[in-house]
């Protein structure tokens, strides 16, 4: 069951999973997976731990016999190195190959899905009319998670048409909620823009962390202390920004008093232009998934 909420400018559903119908559906479908790295293996672990899908209705390929034997003995899933064998049982595929590696992966795969198969994508920059070209199949879907999901703390950006089966959508929404919040978003565009937000954010937020980090030590505050006060820092205002309705500026004010100290530290944030430094990485991340699918369509239209 999909609940639309407001965000931002668009319109987004948040992932809630029913559980009396995934339970009762549990055993009907069968998901595959084109690359079995890291978060193909987070969503293979949180389906079985949360008992969505029985192992023998996982399947994945790898290029590594090596990786294929490890998740067979980790999880009893089947694993093969073949692509096609994988695609041709899947009722939803998820490529989760390398930017670079889908134009080798596109031309074995096309016209090798069957009608009713949808595919998942979360490959950065790859766009529908790129898989669809490329596939020869048109139920495509596209994703973008972030590193917490690897803590199913993560949140995943996807989108699908409003054309797609009811199934397969609550298939989908089911998949990425193990790994933490899911919003489906109205236009794909936004999937692109959550590649640069969302997906690259944590970097961001982990180099802000070290940023606070050094700073802490350089004033002299021992190591093991400015660790637990920083990270506690953090989640704390997190928490409360989310819980507020005020706008996060005000939120600022609150704590800012004339000639205070907080008024000192922010305005030489300012004077850095730490804002503007923000946007921009943000804004070269995006610019760099744009250039990322401009390179795929040009290949796969080769």
């Not at 399947?59 to 093969?80: D, F, P, W």
């Not at 989310?242 to 922010?266: K, N």
Request: proline share 5%; charged share 20%.
């Amino acid at each position: 069951m999909c609940h639309v909420v407001p965000f931002g400018t668009v319109s987004v559903r948040k992932s809630v999973k029913p559980r009396s119908q995934m339970e009762d559906e549990m055993h009907n479908w069968t998901l595959g997976f084109v690359g079995a790295g890291v978060m193909a293996e987070v969503m293979i672990a949180g389906l079985l731990e949360e008992g969505i899908l029985p192992p023998q209705r996982i399947v994945a390929s790898n290029r590594r016999a090596a990786r294929s034997t490890e998740l067979v003995e980790r999880y009893g899933i089947r694993c093969s190195q073949d692509n096609l064998s994988v695609a041709a049982q899947a009722d939803v595929l998820v490529l989760s190959v390398k930017p670079q590696t889908l134009p080798k992966i596109l031309p074995q795969l096309s016209g090798a899905l069957q009608p009713s198969t949808m595919v998942l994508s979360i490959i950065a920059g790859a766009s529908s009319a790129v898989l669809t070209r490329g596939l020869g199949h048109s139920r495509i879907a596209r994703c973008m998670p972030n590193l917490p999901c690897r803590i199913r703390k993560g949140m995943t950006v996807w989108y699908a048409p409003e054309s797609s089966n009811p199934a397969d959508l609550q298939r989908i929404d089911t998949i990425l909620g193990v790994m933490g919040q899911a919003l489906r978003v109205t236009e794909e565009t936004h999937v692109d823009r959550a590649t640069a937000v969302n997906g690259t954010g944590p970097a961001i937020v982990a180099e802000f962390v070290k940023s606070m980090l050094d700073a802490a030590t350089y004033i002299g505050e021992p190591r093991n202390v400015a660790r637990e006060t920083v990270l506690a820092t953090l989640a704390g205002t997190v928490e409360m920004i989310r819980q507020s309705d005020a706008h996060v500026a005000q939120l600022i004010d609150e704590v800012t008093s004339p000639g205070g100290t907080t008024s000192r530290a922010l305005q030489v944030l300012k004077q850095g232009r730490f804002s503007a430094v923000i946007t921009d990485s943000i804004d070269a991340a995006y610019q760099r998934t744009v250039a990322l699918g401009g390179a795929l369509e040009e290949k796969v239209g080769e």
